[in-house]
């Protein structure tokens, strides 16, 4: 049975002030939660995170990193920096990444295999525009995002590493993909890695992302192919984001 991984990912929001706030609103109520937490968080808070989740049962992670490893390249974060934090997760080619700073399929394939080398779990993030889905080539989209990954590092890197499907048109917009919709693209993405590795296939995690709230979240979560959830909005709130949790 695969465990459900609910991981907030909190774009660029937060303060010291308002994430400490955060993360004890979150401590105190995990109590009942049975799925696995984890937080994306911004660079410059990680330091914070690590301090104030070590030893506790919700994980950290990164919303980014070079696909370099070290030298000029001002401005980036490698992987390795992210491991001095003690990030467990990094999202890599979350739509934003690849819509307002042109990553393309291969620069994210890059920093797959570059979270990978460093020990770090990536969560991989896939899915279509409004214009794709009505033009019918939603799968065409997500399989050729899946398999410049495949590509670059093989099958059995997905064993150590997240899908997250999240339909650009669900993003941000309240606009949730319906629990048939999105499963029918989950199991997609689990048939098209069981074409080549049924084990690995069968142990994927694959996150739903794009508006998931307290509401819908219990009977997205119910999907046979969905293991999880991306959040986004509903993490920056301790009580949205646990009631999410707690329908894991
Ligand atoms: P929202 O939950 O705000 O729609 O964001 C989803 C997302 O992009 C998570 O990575």
Known sequence: MRRKLVAGNWKMNGSLAE?????????????????????????????????????????????????????????????????????????????????????????????????????????????????????GVTERVVGRQLDAVIARSGVEALAKAVVAYEPVWAIGTGKTATPGQAQAVHAFIRARVRSLDADVAAKLVIQYGGSMKPGNAAELLGQPDIDGGLIGGASLDAGEFLAICRAG
């Open 19 to 135: 994430n400490e706030a955060l993360l004890a609103g979150l401590q105190a109520g995990l109590g009942d939660v049975k799925a696995d937490v984890a937080v994306c968080v911004p660079f410059p808070y990680l330091a914070q995170v690590q301090a104030r989740l070590a030893g506790s049962a919700i994980a950290w992670g990164a919303q980014n990193l070079s696909p370099h490893a070290r030298g000029a390249y001002t401005g980036e974060v490698s992987a390795s920096m992210l491991r001095d934090f003690a990030c467990t997760y990094v999202i890599v080619g979350h739509s934003e990444r690849r819509a307002l700073y042109a990553e393309s399929d291969a620069v994210v394939a890059e920093k797959f295999a570059a979270a990978q080398d460093a020990g770090l779990t990536p969560i991989l993030c896939v899915g279509e525009t409004l214009e794709e889905r009505e033009g």
